[in-house]
C-alpha cells in the first residue's frame, strides 16, 4: 500500500483493558473544541463498522470505505489477512488521504503486536488502567498482559499512564526504561481529585464535571486532560477543555436511553440504562454506580461471549442487584446461551431467568417487578450495539 502509516498526521496511541474508547471520546472532544481537526481509529463498532473510522469528525462514507477496502484487497492478492488488519490498513489509507492534525488511534488487542503498532514514532501514547481481558491471545497473569499493552511504548516518545495496579507499574516502568520512553503517571506527575480538578506540571485546572456518567469516567477525563498538556504543539485552552467537557458522547457507556422501542416497554417511572462493559473490572466499576443507585431497584438484562467469564463479572453487582434476564447476544455465534448466563447468575444467589430477546427481557421484568426500577443492560458491546440497533 506505499506505506500509508507513515503519512499520517501526528499520532496518539492508546492502549489498555478499559477506558480506551473513553479517553479518546474526552481528548476529541477538547481537541475538536479548541478548533484542531482529528481522525479517529476505534473498535468494535456498535451498529455501522463506519464507526470505527471518523476522517476530521466525520465517520467515514459508505463509497470511500468500500474503495479502501477494495485496494487493500487487491493489493493483498488473497493472502493469509485478519479481519483487524485488513480493515486497519485500509483506515491507515483513509487517514492518510485526508488532511488533519492529529489522528487518535486505539489499539484493538494488546499492544505489542496489534496491528495498530505498525506506527514507528507516535507524538504520543497512552495506557489505560490494564486487568484481565483477553487472556486467551494475551496471556493468563497480568504481568503478561501488562507486557503485551506497554509494547506500544516507543523510544523517546512519552507515555502517560493511567493509575495501575503495582505489579503492573513494574513492568511498565521497566518497558519504558528499556525504551528510554518517559513516564507521566497519574498519582505521580498527575492526578484527579474534587470531581474534575487536575493538577500536574504546574498547572490545576478546574473543570466542569463529564456529562458521561461513572466515577471512572472522572478518571478517563483526567487522563484525556494529561495527553493535551503532552501535546505541545496543539494548545487547549481551559475554555476549549470546558467546552468539549460538555460535548463528549461515547454510547453504551453508561447510557440512558431516553426513547425508543425497547424503552416504550418499560411503564412511567422506569429508566433503562446500557453498558458496554464485559470484563471483571468493568463490572467493578458498575458496582460503584450500583452504590449510588440505591433510591429504587435496580434489575440487569445480561448477555456475555463464550470468551469472556459470566462469573467474574457478575460478582461485583451480585448483591446490588434484585433481578436478572439473561439473552443470548443476537447473531453471536459465539455468544453464550440464554440458559448458560442465567445458570452462572444463579450460582451467585441472583434471581434469573432466561429470556428469548431484549424486548422479552423487559417485558418479565415489567411484569414480575411491578414497582419502579432502574434496568441496566450490559455484559457486551455487541449487546450494547443489537440493543441500539433494536432501539433505534
Known sequence: MGHPQRRLPA??????????????????????????????????HLVRFNERIRLAGELISDTELITMLEECETANGGDPITFFEITTAAAFLAFSRHPADLLLLETGLGGRLDATSVVERPALTVLTPISLDHQQYLGDRLEKIAGEKAGILKAGVACVVASQQRKVEKVIARRAADQGAPLIREGKEWFVRGGVVFSGGGKTRRLPPPPLAGAHQVRNAGLAVACLDQLGDFAVAD?????????????????????????????????????????????????RQARRWRERPLHLIFGMLRT???????????????????????????????????????????DAAAAVEIG????????HFPSPARVLICGSLYLAGEVLRENG
Open 308 to 350: 469472556k467469564d459470566p462469573l467474574a463479572f457478575l460478582q461485583p453487582l451480585a448483591g446490588k442487584v434484585n433481578a436478572l434476564r439473561a439473552v443470548a447476544i443476537p447473531g453471536g455465534e459465539s455468544s453464550l446461551s440464554a440458559e448458560e448466563t442465567a445458570a452462572a447468575a444463579a450460582r451467585l444467589g441472583i
Open 11 to 44: 499520532v496518539v496511541h492508546v492502549a489498555g483493558t478499559n477506558g480506551k474508547g473513553s479517553v479518546i471520546a474526552f481528548l476529541r472532544a477538547f481537541l475538536e473544541a479548541a478548533g484542531h481537526r482529528v481522525h479517529v481509529y476505534t473498535s468494535p
Open 239 to 287: 475554555a476549549a477543555i470546558a467546552l468539549g467537557m460538555k460535548a463528549v458522547q461515547w454510547p453504551a457507556r453508561l447510557q440512558r436511553l431516553a426513547g425508543g422501542p425497547l424503552v416504550d416497554i418499560l411503564p412511567d417511572g422506569w429508566e433503562l440504562w446500557l453498558d458496554g462493559g464485559h470484563n471483571a473490572a468493568a463490572a467493578r466499576a458498575l458496582a
Open 360 to 367: 422479552a427481557a423487559l417485558q418479565s421484568l415489567v411484569d
